[in-house]
């Protein structure tokens, strides 16, 4: 963070539309950073004593700390040498949360069942078996990938349908987490797992990230994959860096965008059906409808850019307002000249100052309705 500019600036945009800084997530870039030495015999992975340590450390010098997440590289010291399994895992993690939040004097600190995916792990299992030790738990964490590097496919990665069926395993872990009065976190989550990076996050179910691969991170149709994916399992304000020394990469306009749509909301649902590549979502402020988020999906490369036209019905008389996401193609790239504009406006790459006029598209409501068009790799923020 202290050797990219544009840091300060890109935490600053959110910030002014949510109303509060984003929650950052140290460490993820960790494998980046570090250096090995093989002849010392300590800090090292899955020591007990040092990760006490280093809690510590955390907690003394982090006034805004928010949790602390314990995972492992390997069977040991979970299993102690054995097979992994689920159980093992829980009676692993009892023993260490107990060790760190009983060595810092503190409850509530720990994202309790980290696991990648929603099986074997089981929050309703974990639960089972934590007695007294759930009182430090700050959140109950799986981790969650729609590809990997090696299977990476951007035109395959823009399925609204697929967004839809990738997430609602989690449904049940949601619920379960609420059963015991905690929020769920998917505390590694992106369009493909890479490398770690730092993320952001907020809400009943809170997102985190790392560094997708495949080269479509830096696409436009990340920025897009972001809008839908935050949806579903109503994941507000997800995102992770995407921005550099150089660039404001493309996915940090569908972060922007997605928190315009979000922040100051109570609440979200899904209008369609989830079969097509057509998406919209109706978003509720004091249990009224506010904004309607409307995505056209279909894949955009080349060539003359197909419409589709969207209706909303039940809209009082008026005028009402929206505000759109678009971009060249769906595989444009700011570092290729590009860029995304949201609301008409672009990022300055290197300090993310935000530069032009914002453009806001007007819509008069005839007989209760109003027609939107919206291009392929397309998304409206309608304002009702």
């Known amino acids: 963070m202290e050797d990219v500019d544009a840091t300060e600036t890109c935490l600053q945009n959110l910030k002014e539309l949510t109303g509060t800084w984003p929650p950052i997530r140290v ?11 093989d002849t010392r015999s300590q800090p ?12 510590k450390l955390a907690k003394s010098q982090m006034g805004t700390l928010y949790a602390i997440e314990l995972v492992f590289t390997n069977s040991d010291p979970i299993a102690n040498g054995d097979s992994w399994t689920a159980a093992a895992d829980y009676v692993s993690e009892i023993q260490w949360q107990n060790a760190v939040c009983g060595n810092l004097s503190v409850t509530d600190l ?11 792990m089981r929050i309703a299992d ?28 951007l035109s395959s990665l823009m399925s609204h349908s697929g967004i839809e069926s990738q997430t609602q395993p989690f449904a049940a872990e949601v619920s379960a987490a609420a059963q015991e009065g905690k929020p769920h976190v998917l505390g590694e989550t992106n369009s493909g797992r890479f490398y770690s990076w730092y993320l952001r996050c907020d809400s009943s179910d809170l997102i985190a990230a790392t560094g997708g691969g495949g080269g479509i991170s830096p696409t436009f149709s990340e920025a897009l994959w972001i809008l839908d994916y935050t949806n579903p399992a109503y994941k507000i304000l997800g995102q992770y860096c995407w921005w550099g020394r150089y660039d404001i990469e493309a996915p940090y306009y569908g972060a922007y965008f997605v928190n315009m749509a979000l922040a100051g909301t109570d609440s979200i649902t899904a209008l369609d059906d989830q079969t097509t590549a057509y998406a919209a979502y109706a978003i509720f402020e004091s249990d009224a409808v506010a904004r309607v988020l409307l995505y056209n999906w279909e ?20 005028i009402v307002t929206a505000k759109r996401l678009t971009a ?18 672009t990022f300055v790459n290197g300090t ?11 819509t008069t409501v005839s007989g209760g309705e109003a027609t939107f068009t919206i291009g392929a790799s397309e998304a409206l923020l309608v304002y009702v």
């Open 27 to 37: 460490g993820g870039t960790t494998r980046q950073i570090s250096w090995r030495s």
């Open 44 to 55: 090292r992975l899955d020591n007990l004593s040092n990760t006490v340590a280093a809690a």
């Open 110 to 120: 720990i994202p309790a069942g980290v696991s990648f995916g929603t099986f074997p």
């Open 126 to 153: 974990l639960t089972a078996v934590e007695g007294t030790a759930s009182i430090y738990d700050k959140d109950y964490c799986f981790h969650n990938y729609p590809q990997f590097t090696s299977t990476a496919n």
């Open 299 to 318: 894949y955009y490369t080349s060539g003359t850019r197909p419409n589709q036209t969207f209706s909303l019905t039940g809209l009082s008389p008026g």
């Open 328 to 345: 060249p193609y769906a595989a444009s790239r700011v570092d290729y000249g590009g860029n995304p504009t949201v609301a008409g406006r």
């Open 352 to 362: 993310c100052t935000i530069q032009g006029t914002a453009v806001e598209e007007t």
